[in-house]
């Protein structure tokens, strides 16, 4: 299951969809970057890092 809006995408806490090709192409480490996490409380958490080690894998679509 994933979230989509304006070319960004996350994928939800469940992990990476069989077949997806983006995070199938990405190291586990990067691929990580993608994925919300669930909170306490039952929501989901998706932190967007702009630059760093965890910096946010960010694809141009064309």
Known sequence: MRAE???A???????VP????LPAALPPE???TLVAT???RGTLRFDI????AAETVCV???
């Not at 995408?9 to 992990?15: E, P, Q």
């Not at 069989?18 to 090709?21: L, Q």
């Open 5 to 7: 809006c304006d070319g």
């Open 9 to 15: 995408r996350c994928l939800l806490c469940g992990g």
């Open 18 to 21: 069989a077949g997806d090709p």
């Open 30 to 32: 990067r691929r990580a």
């Open 38 to 40: 669930g909170e306490p």
């Open 49 to 52: 890092r702009l630059h760093g």
């Open 60 to 62: 141009e679509c064309v």
